[in-house]
């Protein structure tokens, strides 16, 4: 089992940047997928982004990409998001989400995630 801790959340002004970070507990963190993802109010939660067990291969939302970068630390059992260039739209709580951890890839980092954190909020003012 795995559980979950994002930290990093706040509120920062358009354009500034933020990086949060997922800390894990337990031992299949270095074989899960790891999976980003945001709900704002009154909105359905949305994938942002997510990291291959391995580090070897990432995917974003077209509305993140080039500006979020996701990166993993498999001995620290962290991931992170670097979030630059933010903007009002960013704003969300967010969560990061880990699958079975069986070290296999996938066709659809979107969906398959069994171990999700509470969540922190990050807010963009204009």
């Known amino acids: 089992q795995l559980q979950l801790t994002e930290t990093g959340g706040g509120l920062v002004q358009t354009g500034e940047s933020l990086t949060l970070s997922c800390t894990a507990s337990?031992?299949?963190?270095?074989?899960?997928?790891i999976g980003w993802f945001r709900q704002a109010p009154g909105k359905d939660r949305e994938f942002v982004a997510a990291?291959?067990?391995?580090?070897?291969?990432?995917t974003y939302a077209d509305s993140v990409k080039g500006r979020f970068t996701v990166s993993r630390h498999n001995g620290e059992k962290v991931a992170r998001l670097q979030m630059n260039n933010v903007k009002p739209e960013d704003t969300a709580v967010y969560y990061c989400a880990a699958d079975s951890g069986r070290a296999i890839g996938t066709v659809d980092y979107t969906r398959g995630y069994y171990y999700w954190g509470q969540g922190t909020q990050v807010t963009v003012s204009p």
């Open positions: 990291i291959k067990w391995s580090g070897s291969y990432t």
């Open positions: 337990g031992r299949t963190f270095p074989t899960a997928n």
